[in-house]
């Protein structure tokens, strides 16, 4: 055997023979093709990928929007709402979009996660915490800064971080029951848009032997 052929064997990537005319791809490049497939599928089955991650980014809007509608009346807020309601709006949508992307599309597309309980749960997961518990953490402190400025109750803010916790606590209580609906909403509905992705991804079937290991950004 020459030099340059234990050479080559030494630099090849681990993993599973490829066939003749094979090659290793980077993540983007699978994921590249894995949208071309989505795209070329007929709406009615590729739509999981193609509007269930707007949809989610929808929802979690929303909550964002009841979230800021129960502090505001809370803490007698009632100005600004216009400008309180952008921030409630934009940052969810984005935050679930990105994290769905990253947590779920990418993992799935490339081979990553193929198992769909693991997928299944995860989209669960990742809806809830964006869509329920994302906004309405983001609305407390911004309706809070509100409250403040225009002074329209007295903020425990001589007590510390400890007289805020109890604060936010006795007024979450009257949210519990609307937030633990909401959270569950949020859980079922990642689920089920996990699993038909799932479903759609073993339909178009994975061509790919080996994924190479590249920074997808």
């Not at 989610?56 to 964002?64: A, E, P, R, W």
Request: contains cysteine; charged residues 15%.
């Amino acid at each position: 055997m020459t030099q340059s052929a234990r050479q080559s064997d030494v630099e090849r990537p681990p993993g599973p023979s490829l066939p003749p005319g094979g090659q290793y791809l980077t993540k983007n490049e699978v994921l590249d093709f894995q949208w071309k497939a989505i795209s070329a599928l007929p709406d009615k089955q590729g739509w999981p990928f193609k509007t269930g991650m707007l949809a989610l980014s929808v929802n979690s809007s929303f909550t964002g929007l009841v979230a800021l509608s129960f502090f505001r009346r809370m803490m007698k807020v009632r100005t600004a709402f216009v400008m309180s309601s952008l921030p409630l709006v934009i940052v969810p949508f984005i935050s679930t979009a990105m994290s769905w992307h990253a947590f779920i599309n990418v993992p799935l597309l490339t081979g990553e996660v193929n198992c769909p309980v693991c997928i299944q749960i995860r989209g669960g997961v990742v809806n809830c915490i964006m869509g329920a518990v994302y906004p309405t953490l983001l609305a407390a402190p911004l309706v809070s800064a509100l409250a403040a400025r225009y002074k329209t109750v007295d903020l425990p803010t001589k007590h510390g971080i400890v007289g805020l916790y109890k604060y936010y606590s006795n007024m979450g209580r009257h949210m519990k029951t609307r937030f633990v609906t909401i959270a569950l909403y949020q859980f079922v509905l990642g689920y089920y848009i996990a699993t038909k992705e799932y479903q759609v991804y073993k339909k178009l079937g994975s061509p790919f032997l080996k994924v190479k290991e590249d920074d997808m950004y």
